[in-house]
């Protein structure tokens, strides 16, 4: 677990920690000090706690001005030991939507598993969201996370397309990535009109 780093190629273009809007602003990283840890296993440092005793977060970009944020999750999604959710809402997403964030693109190549509960956050999260013309989607889920979250009905509030599941996402810049997942969407809801 310790050698599962966040994505950094686009640390040149923005890190989370000096990002003053950021709710990481002034966070500092020891690069040889491990001390976050999933169920007794250190994970890299430069993951991010958020309230969570089992899943932890990335923040790779934020643009304020085109209103998206794209976050890299890793470890446990656990909505019923741990309720993930609503430390997510709460200490990330709340805080986000503040700033004008209304467009959320969540990176689960790292999610082992999904354990779902209450959904009540989750609407709350959309119900946010929507209001503003924003979105919620969620990419490169491993099967077995991607169908527990659609067992959970959870589509409902995130987009889980599995026609761009496994989108290479890392060989684009973060306006490119974005881009393509809003247009993405947008196509996605011509059709359902």
């Known amino acids: 677990m310790h050698d599962i780093e966040p994505f950094f190629r686009w640390r040149d273009e923005y890190t989370a920690e000096d990002d003053e809007r950021s709710p990481f602003y002034g966070r500092t990283y020891d690069e040889f000090g491990f001390s976050n840890s999933i169920y007794n296993y250190y994970i890299h440092p430069q993951w991010d706690d958020f309230g969570s005793a089992t899943l932890y977060i990335k923040i790779l970009f934020t643009n304020y001005q085109k209103r998206y944020v794209i976050i890299e999750l890793m470890s446990e999604w656990?909505?019923?030991?741990?309720?993930?959710?609503?430390?997510?809402?709460?200490n990330i997403c709340d805080h986000l939507i503040k700033e004008g964030i209304n467009k959320f693109i969540l990176i689960s190549d790292n999610v082992l598993n999904f354990h779902g509960g209450d959904d009540s956050y989750y609407q709350?999260?959309?119900?946010?969201?929507?209001?503003?013309?924003?979105?919620?989607?969620?990419?490169?889920?491993?099967d077995h996370v991607r169908q527990e979250m659609l067992h959970y009905n959870l589509e409902y509030y995130i987009n889980m397309p599995g026609e761009i599941n496994d989108m290479e996402w890392r060989l684009m810049k973060p306006d490119m990535f974005f881009e393509a997942i809003d247009k993405f969407i947008s196509e996605k809801i011509k059709r359902l009109k």
């Open 78 to 90: 656990n909505d019923v030991l741990y309720n993930d959710i609503m430390f997510l809402k709460r």
């Open 124 to 142: 709350e999260w959309y119900d946010d969201v929507k209001e503003d013309e924003g979105w919620i989607i969620n990419i490169n889920m491993l």
